[in-house]
């Protein structure tokens, strides 16, 4: 379920009016909050999951009940998908201040990902693996983070 609220800002308290996401069109998915649409989401294959998925990572502040889901789309077949989870992962750097090891395991697997993210596309999953580094490098504190992502030079 995901809630709309008057302004800009996450909804607080219970008092939001709950409405249906648009997995069709995508329009409101930024809204997105509930763990459970996006598991549902993946359980189904929506192809738009991945923009879900950076909305909980806003709109969901149960960091170690996102973070799993976040690793649930670093491991999707789908590379659009990889690509989004790694943006999912970047913004959970900048806003909560942590990852967690599952996803700095699998961020260093998609460093070797050389799927494009669409077809047609001269991007590479792996060009935006090496843009998530980078911003954990620039937003958590190096003891936090293995040496391999410490020691990381774009290729």
Do not use: K
């Not at 997105?32 to 998925?53: H, S, T």
């Not at 690793?71 to 989870?85: D, F, T």
């Amino acid at each position: 379920m995901i809630y709309a609220a008057a302004g800009d800002s996450a909804p607080e308290g219970d008092d939001a009016e709950p409405v249906g996401l648009d997995w069709e069109r995508g329009g409101n998915l930024n809204r997105c909050r509930e763990l459970g649409d996006v598991d549902a989401a993946f359980d189904r294959g929506e192809e738009r999951v991945g923009a879900a998925l950076i909305a909980l990572v806003y709109n969901n502040l149960d960091t170690d009940a996102v973070l799993p889901r976040v690793a649930r789309g670093l491991r999707s077949p789908n590379p659009e998908i990889r690509r989004q989870s790694l943006l999912a992962l970047m913004h959970t750097a900048r806003l909560h201040g942590r990852v967690d090891a599952t996803a700095l395991d699998l961020l260093h697997g998609l460093l070797y990902d050389c799927t494009p993210i669409s077809v047609g596309s001269p991007y590479e999953v792996r060009g935006t693996a090496a843009q998530t580094v980078g911003d954990l490098q620039a937003f958590l504190p190096s003891e936090q983070l293995p040496a391999w992502v410490n020691d990381f030079t774009d290729y």
